[in-house]
């Protein structure tokens, strides 16, 4: 890459360099060149709105010729563009893929970061940990992603506890197929408890598999995301991925498998105690679920919060916490989930002192 004030002749490719404006309150200016038009193209995305997502967030100017973009704006916000795109395209030019939502999580490792920095692709560690799998690594794309990938890789039992869309049980299975390719585990458990969110779907039609397969389908989404599909066929066929209700978890040891129970906050103080001790030799267990999305009996204990009170900080035991500022699906997500959150907030706020709470 090379870049150079914008109007001179471009030199031979090389590290792009600030732009001093005059004045310490000027804005910057950094132009970037990138050789290989064709990965460069991956880089801005479809009608450039990878360059777009840049702007609003950072809230700078990012023009496009060609290969070559130009960055204005406040200094700061220019250098972490500059770092943003530089990572980018080292990942594309490594022959990695870029994902929906990666620009996003290399933005707020920029944030993460803090501070102005030379940054080299090349060289430089990046800060957020990240899960290897034959498909494709899985990168952290937040602070607390990044804490959750380093906790499932340091202990034996780790509760992801947060809002929809922060990729709490994407990545725990990603750490499970992680441990399945490499024949740290000999088997993938995973379950769900079979509760209705808020409907009565009454009777379901078929044999076992096909009556929970709609409670358990988001867990095939994640595998089928990370794995190839004939692979995971076979896997389930031969038993080294399994997919049960929780229901059918009473009385087994589960030794020498990575075990994770999804949709925790709708499992009763006795289901997460049972489920807890089924844990064997040589396994792991990850446990996540979102306390504001619970589907119990009113009056009824979450067995996830009941959990995490009491083990906590118990040796061998994590609990990893998000919050709407990890929401890593559409951004307008995350929003919703802010909006909800200062609503239960206010709520609890105003609730009389010594009123239960579920």
Known sequence: ?????RGAPRPAPAAPRWMEPPGDEAPGQIVLAFDDNRIASQLFGHYGQNLALIERRLEIVAEQRGNHVTLEGPREACEQARHVLET???RLKKGGELQ???VEGVMREAAAQGQLFEFDPATKKQSFDEIQ??????????AAQDAYIRALKRQTLVFGVGPAGTGKTWLAVAYA?????RRVVDRIILSRPAVEAGERLGFLPGDMKEKVDPYLRPIYDALHDLMDRAFVERAMI???IEIAPLAFMRGRTLANACVILDEAQNTT???MKMFLTRLGENSHMIITGDPSQIDLPPGQTS????AVGLLGEVEGVDVCHFSAADVVRHELVGRIVAAYETKDAAARAAAPAGMPRR
């Open 1 to 5: 890459m090379a870049s150079s004030p």
């Open 88 to 90: 980018l395209y080292a």
């Open 100 to 102: 929906p939502g990666d």
């Open 133 to 142: 799998l034959r498909r494709r690594p899985v990168r952290a794309r937040t």
């Open 177 to 181: 197929v992680h441990l399945l390719e």
């Open 238 to 240: 031969s038993g080294e």
């Open 269 to 271: 103080s006795m289901q």
């Open 303 to 306: 067995g996830l919060a009941e």
